[in-house]
């Protein structure tokens, strides 16, 4: 199993969010800084999320980004903002390894297809962000449909993986809840990367035996909870 840290970027700034509200934001400081710290200690591979493009303001951040992307060189997935094919094929472009499309991906399912097509599966991930078994949309305020229904019709249409949020638990720092985390991977064939929640070295374990890809390391690894270190170690 692989562990991505999470680079979150808010106005210019690397932060974290609880249950991703904007107003609950700690921040970290230079969004590369932070990069170059995870990458130091280990990590091979970025979770970078352009928070001001969740919240509406797409072209936030733009050059920040591409420039993380060139200084550091190592795998990203990149979300937040992507709200059009154009977008997309932009973000990829620049040289992000994968993109991470979820409004977008429920609003307009054939926009994985059509990306999936041009640049190759293994390149786009489909966001999975799921209060109780509903996928929640729209920085999280609305629901649009059983997680399980879509992560299927996500891959059918060309997904190579997919980016499981628990919502409900993103950002506390008080453990995953594992048994919706099982029946997704069961329900699928492609890698399934989880977030939300992981905050020990057995939620790490507990996600590496159920199969999981990889996992998302944020708030928990911010406040020193759990360390890169223990974290990397418990994959093996």
């Known amino acids: 199993m692989r562990i991505f840290p999470a680079v979150d970027i ?8 609880i249950q991703g509200k904007r107003e609950s934001a700690t921040e970290f400081g230079d969004p590369l800084v932070c990069a170059m710290r995870w990458l130091d200690q280990g990590a091979d591979a ?11 303001n797409c072209s936030k951040n733009a050059r920040l980004i591409k420039d993380l992307v060139k200084k550091t060189g190592v795998e990203i997935e990149l979300g937040g903002g992507i709200r059009s094919v154009e977008d997309a094929s932009h973000w990829l472009n620049t040289g992000v390894s994968r993109i991470i499309m979820s409004t977008l991906a429920t609003k307009e399912p ?20 799921a209060k109780g078994s509903q996928v929640a949309v ?34 506390l720092q008080q453990g995953i809840r594992l048994e919706p985390v099982k029946r997704l991977i069961d329900s699928v064939q492609v890698p399934v990367v989880v977030a939300g929640g992981v905050s020990s070295k057995p939620d790490v374990a507990a996600l590496r035996d159920a199969g999981a890809f990889g996992a998302v390391l944020g708030s928990s690894l911010y406040s020193g909870k759990i360390t890169l270190k223990d974290a990397l170690e418990e994959c093996q």
């Open 138 to 171: 729209r920085g999280w305020q609305e629901l649009a449909g059983d997680y399980l229904d879509w992560a299927r019709r996500f891959e059918d249409l060309g997904a190579g993986s997919l980016l499981y949020t628990n919502v409900d638990v993103e950002g």
């Open 110 to 129: 054939e926009c994985i297809r059509i990306i999936a097509d041009e640049f190759g599966k293994e390149r786009v991930m489909a966001g999975v962000d």
């Open 46 to 56: 970025l979770h970078v999320v352009n928070l001001d493009g969740a919240f509406g």
């Open 10 to 17: 808010l106005g210019g700034r690397c932060v974290q969010l």
